[in-house]
């Protein structure tokens, strides 16, 4: 069952222009949200994350933005910069019932100088 | 900075064999992870760890694979008796909080034979 989903398993941007990675959740109790970066032959890297009781969050050059009423968020990098290529995960969490958190498939991102 | 740290990065292992996947957390995190990638797949939950007893578990972790937190600062994943498609990355994870930001290791990679 997926749960979160993320429909592009690749995205190619143009150094300086905006990233923008999408994520789909199915289930309505999710109520945390995080995205986590990963370079080859490394773990999982934390990004950003949201709570439910808010719909936009930022820190630098990313800004997660969550539509609740959609179940869909998205995490826009600007400007975006060689070094930003990786995969994305989109993650989600019950926090309040401590359920697990469940990873999407990932979006590869490439950003070309 | 902190990180959390994993042993072996690689091995190797005969089909039925047991292995021992080492981690040592972050020294001031209270909840400890593994979860795993099989190559090209989605990062997947296998299990969470608190106060010396497993928390939540996914259907994954069966009766072949066990934790243990031997000593106050390495948490290892065993599994007893390896298949095929037990070959994947493992990641171990620890957070301050339940499901908060959780922190990853870089990995052991276990190819079985």
């Known amino acids: 069952d997926q749960q979160v989903k993320q429909n592009s398993p690749s995205l190619s941007v143009q150094e300086g222009r905006i990233s923008i990675l999408n994520c789909d959740y199915t289930?309505?109790?999710?109520?945390?949200f995080l995205w986590y970066k990963k370079y080859p032959a490394e773990g999982p890297t934390f990004l950003i994350s949201?709570?439910?009781?808010?719909d936009k969050n930022e820190d630098g050059r990313f800004t997660v933005f969550l539509n609740k009423s959609a179940k869909h968020l998205s995490l826009h990098i600007v400007p975006s910069q060689p070094g930003d290529s990786a995969v994305y995960f989109c993650?989600?969490?019950?926090?309040?019932?401590?359920?697990?958190?469940?990873f999407g498939p990932g979006t590869s991102l490439s950003v070309i100088p | 900075e902190p990180e959390v740290t994993q042993t072996p990065s690689h091995q190797v292992t005969q089909m039925g064999q047991e292995v021992i996947l080492r981690c040592v957390p972050i020294?001031?995190?209270?909840?400890f992870y593994w979860y795993r990638q099989i190559l090209g797949q989605k990062v997947e939950f296998l299990v969470s760890?608190?106060?010396?007893?497993?928390?939540?578990k996914s259907e994954i972790f069966d009766d072949q694979f066990s934790v243990e937190r031997p000593d106050g600062s390495n948490f290892t994943l065993k599994i007893r008796s390896t298949k095929l498609e037990d070959s994947a990355m493992y990641f171990c994870?620890?957070?301050?909080?339940?499901?908060?930001?959780?922190?990853f290791g870089e990995g052991s990679r276990l190819t079985v034979l």
């Open positions: 993650a989600a969490s019950e926090r309040t019932s401590y359920d697990k958190v469940i």
């Open positions: 289930n309505s109790m999710f109520d945390y």
């Open positions: 020294s001031n995190h209270l909840y």
């Open positions: 949201i709570s439910s009781i808010k």
């Open positions: 760890f608190y106060n010396n007893e497993i928390s939540e």
């Open positions: 994870a620890s957070s301050e909080a339940h499901w908060e930001e959780l922190f």
